[in-house]
Structures are given as C-alpha cells and as structure tokens.
C-alpha cells in the first residue's frame, strides 16, 4: 500500500483539525529516520509520529506515547528543540494537491517563525527546517546538488519543491486541451491503472487501481475502449475532496487479514472497515503489518456478501445520478410564468419591433420592462419558442417533485439493503 497525495491531502485536513493550533510539549526522534512530536490540542495530548522511513513513509497520530530511540542527538533534533518546543503549531497546508508534501508551520514566542517541510517521496523521502524566508535551516538527509538546475537540500540554501511532473493535473486546471490529454491516455495501450500512474500527477497504484474499477468495474481492466465521461468522473469523485474535504477512511480487510488502507472506500480490494480517521486506519494497518496473523475463522460467505454489497452500491450510485439530473432539469421558480409574460408582451408590440431588434422596452405603471430578443427570429416564432418552453417547464414543475420523491423512497429502500 501507499501513502500517496491523497492521503497526504486527507492526512493535512485532518491533522489540521485535530492539531491546529497546539503547543509543542516534547520533540523526540523514535529511530535514526523519524520525528515524534508531543501536541497540546482542543484539550488532549496527542503524539504526532513522522517518518521518512521505507517501506511506508507517513506522519500520523498514534495512541502510544513516542518515546526517544537514538543514542546521539542529531543537529535536525537540535534545531526542532530551539525552534519548534514550547511553538504553536499554527497550520499543516498542503502546498501542491497532487504532491506528498506538507509544511507544519510553527511559531515560537522567542525564535520566530519556522517550517518543517514533510517531502513524502519514496526513497526520496526527508525532513526539513525551513525560516521564514524560505532558507533552510538543516535537513534530515542533505542533498548537494550533483548537476545544473538540481535542488540543494543543504543548511542555508533557499527550499525548493521538488521538480514537477511532466504528467497530467488529476482535476480540471482550465487548459483548453485537459480533456484532449485525458482521452489520449484512455487509447494508450495496456491496463487503465499502469497507464493513468504514468500520464496522472499524484497517483499510486492503489488509487489508479479504485480509479480503473470506478470506471470499469475491473480494477485491471485495459485502457483501451474505458469510457472517457466514466473516468473523467471518477477521477473527480475521487480528488474532489482535496479542495472541499468528505473523506471516509478506512482499512480493506480479507477475513482477518488486513490488505490496505485509504481515505476513500477502497472498492477493488475485499471488503472496506470504515475508519474514525485516517490515523486510526493506518495504525490498523501496520499493526497488522508486523503481525500477520491468519483469519481465525474463514468465511464462507465472504465472496457472496460482497457480490451483493456491489451490487447495492451500484443501486445507491444508479439513483444518486438521477437525482442530481432532476436538479439540472428543474426549471426555476416563475420561469414559466416569465416566458409567457415576454411572449404576450412581444406579440402585442409586433408591430413595433425592427428586424435585428436585441430588445424590446415595455413601458409599465411604475418600472419598464426589459426582454432580450433574438434578432434571427421573427417576434411570431420567438413567441411560440417561448410559449414552447414555457408549457415545458410548467410539465417539468409538476413531474420533477413526483419522481424526485420516488427516487428518495427507492434510495432509503437500497440504504437498508447496504448492511447485509
């Protein structure tokens, strides 16, 4: 499994919460590769554990006191005693949403403003102390740069973000060729999860594997022939909550085996334990890790009750879209009774409006009224167009309410079903 940008970005808000702002009481370093920091937060003591240590680097709140691992102090260790014990941690942000970065920006009453820099990147992966003009103070793993143009991770260099992806944005950025770049990729050869790790910014192969069977049903699927709508939706319902939050954490679990982790039902993997956050979920997760204890009991009807539970939530998702249609069609309040005010109005002024007219002035008792006009159409064929859509939406004002009702009665019915 992997700690990726989404579960960087899940990990940022909820910390965020949980921490922000808290005192720093204790800096320790558990191991040679990790911090552990002792917050003060809405209440609780809580230990914020960081590691840049393989096979998983995370940072995470665990529920056991973090205790000193090494023999000699280090001169990071140092540094985050002077600048960041006693500090208030005043924010954890995210800088780029597609990147396994985080700033945890401290401010100490006496030494200022400072930045512990969280580069989540693999085998890459470091801590850094940054001041407040972007200078680095020291870094867990200095770096010299070996050619042109590389970063230097080094005591007094000016913090750079790591080089940029020559990959696409996973949302909708504006540019005019976004949705033209995402279909080349839905005709690339090979499995749609291999191809989207390599053409998508920000993507593991845990969540290329959920995009592939959110947008095929088959977490191996082949690109070739995905439906392009399909996964340019899937891919917002799964980043869309970076910008406005609504994780649902949880751990994939076969029997009682425990396969993975994530900040979104994890679909392709064997049924989803929701989580109360994500830090519980990943200290299931590696709790499990070191244990690996077999399934006590195997259960028979494991394969049964997911096929069910699939088909349930294809239900729930079947009716969501209708609803959010219904929203699209529903027409506003008073439309109907606006186009046949302006139709009546323009036929009864016919007579005065001039070919390539764009408006007509109706003058009333106390104020004028203003209808835009379509200077390609006669005032006769504008009319019916708005009589047409008028008596359209008086049909849609009394049709929508009554399947809107029956969709949310089918919808309750398929809720009680999703426990079985």
């Known amino acids: 499994m992997h700690f990726d940008a989404l579960c960087t970005a899940c990990m940022a808000q909820e910390l965020q919460r949980m921490l922000c702002p808290g005192r720093v009481q204790q800096v320790v370093m558990p191991d040679a590769q990790s911090l552990g920091f002792e917050i003060y937060a809405n209440g609780a003591r809580r230990q914020l554990l960081i590691t840049v240590n393989s096979p998983l680097p995370r940072l995470q709140v665990v529920s056991y006191k973090l205790r000193r691992g090494v023999e000699h102090e ?16 005043i924010s954890i942000v995210q800088p780029v949403y597609w990147e396994r970065v985080l700033y945890l920006n401290f401010e100490h ?18 801590l850094l102390l940054m001041r407040h003009d972007g200078r680095i103070l020291d870094a867990l793993r200095r770096v010299a740069p070996q050619q042109e143009g590389q970063r230097a991770l080094l005591p007094g260099a000016v913090y750079a973000l790591p080089p940029a992806p020559a ?14 770049t995402l279909e080349s990729i839905v005709h690339s050869p090979g499995r749609l ?40 939706e899937a891919i917002q319902s799964l980043w869309l909550p970076t910008q406005q939050g609504g994780w649902h954490p949880g751990i994939a679990r076969r029997g009682a085996s425990i396969e993975g982790f ?11 334990e929701p ?3 994500l830090s519980t979920a990943l200290e299931t997760f590696v709790a499990g890790l070191a244990t690996r204890e077999p399934a006590k009991v195997a259960d028979a009807y ?3 009750r997911r096929a069910v539970a699939a088909l349930v ?4 998702q079947r009716i969501e879209r209708q609803l959010a249609a219904l929203a699209g069609d529903e027409p506003a309040p008073g439309e109907a009774a606006r186009l046949r005010t302006n139709a009546e109005w323009l036929l009864a002024f016919s007579s005065q409006v001039e070919p390539g007219q764009q408006t007509l002035v109706v003058p009333l008792d106390e104020a004028s009224l203003l209808i835009e006009l379509d200077p390609r159409k006669t005032p006769f064929e504008q009319a019916d167009q708005w009589f047409a859509r008028a008596a359209k939406c008086e049909r849609a004002a009394r049709w929508i309410p009554q399947r809107r009702e029956q969709l949310r009665r089918d919808l309750e019915f398929v809720e009680q079903l999703a426990p079985i």
């Open 167 to 180: 990959k696409l944005a996973p949302l909708d950025h504006g540019a005019d060729d976004y949705y033209t």
């Open 74 to 89: 280090t001169p990071v260790l140092l540094l985050l005693r002077k600048y960041a014990r006693d500090a208030l941690l």
């Open 275 to 277: 989580a109360g956050d």
């Open 193 to 232: 999860w291999k191809v989207l790790v390599e053409h998508l910014a920000g993507l593991s192969p845990t969540a290329a594997r959920e995009l592939a069977w959110r947008t095929t049903g088959d977490a191996e699927a082949a690109a070739e022939g995905a439906n392009l709508l399909a996964l340019a």
């Open 262 to 272: 994530a900040p979104y039902e994890l679909h392709f993997l064997s049924s989803f």
């Open 109 to 126: 009453r006496e030494s200022g403003a400072t930045t512990l820099v969280v580069e989540l990147l693999g085998r890459q992966s470091n």
């Open 302 to 304: 494991a394969g049964q």
């Open 313 to 316: 939530r294809k239900a729930r």
